[in-house]
């Protein structure tokens, strides 16, 4: 197995880690292998819906209708 080492954390990152970690009954270091085996090896699946319904509201169905755009024929060159 491979060790990680994690520098420079912010306080409040390391103090949540530690909680956290005391609400699951377990070490900072087991917690934050947890944490990275979720976010890495097992992320949520999520259903289509859910996708479709994080996806941002960008406008009206208008905005996205085709206009037609009517071009004189341009003669072609010999």
Same mark, same amino acid.
């Given at each position: 197995?491979?060790?990680?080492?994690?520098?420079?954390?912010?306080?409040?990152? %390391?103090? /949540? @880690?530690?909680?956290?970690?005391? &609400?699951?009954?377990?070490?900072?270091?087991? #917690?934050?292998?947890?944490?990275? %085996?979720? /976010? @890495?090896?097992?992320?949520?699946? &999520?259903?289509?819906?859910?996708?479709?319904? #994080?996806?941002?509201?960008?406008?009206?169905?208008?905005?996205?209708?085709?206009?037609?755009?009517?071009?004189?024929?341009?003669?072609?060159?010999?």
């Amino acid at each position: 197995m491979a060790n990680l080492i994690v520098r420079n954390i912010d306080d409040d990152i %390391a103090d /949540a @880690l530690k909680a956290q970690a005391r &609400r699951h009954g377990i070490s900072a270091e087991a #917690e934050h292998r947890r944490i990275l %085996a979720q /976010a @890495l090896i097992h992320p949520k699946k &999520r259903t289509f819906l859910e996708v479709l319904r #994080e996806m941002p509201d960008v406008g009206t169905d208008e905005d996205f209708a085709r206009r037609e755009e009517r071009h004189a024929a341009e003669p072609f060159d010999d």
